[in-house]
Nanobody, 123 residues
């Protein structure tokens, strides 16, 4: 089993940057594909980005391509989401998740989820 804890959220002005971190417990972190999802108030959860076990493959939602970068450090059991040029529409709770698949975009392929971290972008 994997426990995930997100951090790094906060309040930032439009155009600013944040880096989210997701720390995982256990010794099997490198066996999981990792993903980031977000959910805004009144909206469904949506895929943001995913990365394969050793970082060879990444996926991004069209809405964040060119602005967000996912990475991971298996020695630290941590996955990151660097978010640049933030927009008010990026405001949401951001969740990280672990999957036995490579870098899936569907939330149904993720078995473990963190509690989330709030990101608020002011205009």
């Amino acid at each position: 089993q994997v426990q995930l804890v997100e951090s790094g959220g906060g309040l930032v002005q439009a155009g600013g940057s944040l880096r989210l971190s997701c720390a995982a417990s256990g010794r099997t972190f490198s066996t999981y594909g990792m993903g980031w999802f977000r959910q805004a108030p009144g909206k469904e959860r949506e895929f943001v980005s995913a990365i394969s076990r050793y970082g060879r493959y990444t996926n991004y939602a069209d809405s964040v391509k060119g602005r967000f970068t996912i990475s991971r450090d298996n020695a630290k059991n941590t996955v990151y989401l660097q978010m640049n040029t933030l927009k008010p529409e990026d405001t949401a709770i951001y969740y990280c998740a672990a999957s036995s698949s490579v870098a899936p975009m569907s939330g149904y392929e993720y078995s473990y989820w963190g509690q989330g971290t709030q990101v608020t972008v002011s205009s």
